[in-house]
T-cell receptor
Framework: GESVGLHLPTLSVQEGDNSIINCAYSNSASDYFIWYKQESGKGPQFIIDIRSNMDKRQGQRVTVLLNKTVKHLSLQIAATQPGDSAVYFCAADNQAGTALIFGKGTTLSVSS | NAGVMQNPRHLVRRRGQEARLRCSPMKGHSHVYWYRQLPEEGLKFMVYLQKENIIDESGMPKERFSAEFPKEGPSILRIQQVVRGDSAAYFC????????????FGPGTRLLVL
């Protein structure tokens, strides 16, 4: 079946460092990818998304890179801040385009 | 501009009771999705609805679970005869129209079955 997985369950960084969170997906037909941030007790919060016709997209302090050849995407957070501490999920659309398939999440811990 | 709203935020039920979870999509959104999240896990898709129509229910358990999105009012996820394994966080998301794939999530309903 279709799956999305994250490479590392946890990532610890110092404040000010750049963070990179990686994700792999299985369905080469996936057309849409999205990153969410989830803080404890809250719902997933949209960070950034990218379609398969692009390989890079930038937002404020965040960049998503998509490598369709190896079915890999990454989220880069520049100048990580303590407020960035959360669980980060990548997701890809399913073959029917009717749902998002989520990975398990990477817990980012930022220390001052 | 209110986001996706869900209520109740917390729900406690005893085994065998019914649970009703409500979701109001963002203003202008006509597509609703329900997901379930177990502790330490990612979200698992359950069902995708448009007004008065179920589009994809491939993630819904075959028994005890049902969902609706009536012409008026919120979307409802209904779980009959709850069991302890139903304890989870249930999230609703909405998107504006087909082709707009970004889904915006609500705060979730945390269901605890005693």
């Amino acid at each position: 079946g279709e799956s999305v997985g994250l490479h590392l369950p946890t990532l610890s960084v110092q404040e000010g460092d750049n963070s990179i969170i990686n994700c792999a997906y299985s369905n080469s037909a996936s057309d849409y990818f999205i990153w969410y941030k989830q803080e404890s007790g809250k719902g997933p919060q949209f960070i950034i998304d990218i379609r398969s016709n692009m390989d890079k997209r930038q937002g404020q302090r965040v960049t998503v890179l998509l490598n369709k050849t190896v079915k890999h995407l990454s989220l880069q957070i520049a100048a990580t801040q303590p407020g960035d501490s959360a669980v980060y999920f990548c997701a890809a659309d399913n073959q029917a385009g009717t749902a998002l398939i989520f990975g398990k999440g990477t817990t980012l811990s930022v220390s001052s | 501009n209110a986001g996706v709203m869900q209520n109740p935020r917390h729900l406690v039920r005893r085994r065998g009771q019914e649970a009703r979870l409500r979701c109001s999509p963002m203003k202008g959104h006509s597509h609703v999705y329900w997901y379930r999240q177990l502790p330490e896990e990612g979200l698992k898709f359950m069902v995708y609805l448009q007004k008065e129509n179920i589009i994809d229910e491939s993630g819904m358990p075959k028994e005890r679970f049902s969902a609706e999105f009536p012409k008026e009012g919120p979307s409802i996820l209904r779980i009959q005869q709850v069991v302890r394994g139903d304890s989870a966080a249930y999230f609703c998301a909405s998107s504006p129209e087909q082709g707009q794939k970004t889904q915006y999530f609500g705060p979730g309903t945390r269901l605890l079955v005693l």
